[in-house]
């Protein structure tokens, strides 16, 4: 059953990254969930790409729902005009209260802690914990390497050839839009 309004858990980096093109894929992805009526599930910092998610959500009018753990409230500035915010006591609480609270993820740029999450969605998804898409904002080619390094793992035979299906690659917000918008549509009765 999807979580109502739909909501789009956005992992991606608490900082800007080398390419401009990847704080403006924040603000569009922010613009996209406001546009399409969706709630923006995510790490409710106010910095680097997490923070311009969040303003270009909020500015759209989506709703917001944010989760960060007591001890980062200062350094990743928890951002206290969100419709939610959620303060866990814990990384891996955080983490679960995102999760359970969203209907899709998206992995923007960013570095490891993007990967932890991602990672661990992904590794849910291979044990067959959920259903939930999940997809690789691909901004200027920053995932092709995380995509090689799946693929050398299959390869290799330490993973399935099916997590291939568990993930998406995708270039643009455009395309995520409709990778998101497809899969919405396919939980309406
Ligand atoms: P980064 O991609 O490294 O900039 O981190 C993005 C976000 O992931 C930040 O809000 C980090 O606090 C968060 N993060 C890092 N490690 C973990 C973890 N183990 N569990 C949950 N969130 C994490």
Redesign the pocket.
Known sequence: MPVLPLSVCV?????AGADPAYVQAGRDMGQLIAQRGWRLVY???DI???GEVARAAQTGGAPTFGV??TH?MQ??QGRQSLSTLVVTE???E??KV?FTNSDAIVVLP????????FF?VLTWRQLGLHKKPILLLNTNGYWKPLAALIEHVIEQKFAESNVRSFFSVVDTVDEAGQALDAHFDSLMP
């Open positions: 992992f991606c980096g608490a900082r790490g409710a910092g680097g790409i997490m960060i753990p980062l350094a990743e814990t990384m891996h955080r983490k995102m960013g570095g490891a802690g993007s990967l932890d999450e661990e």
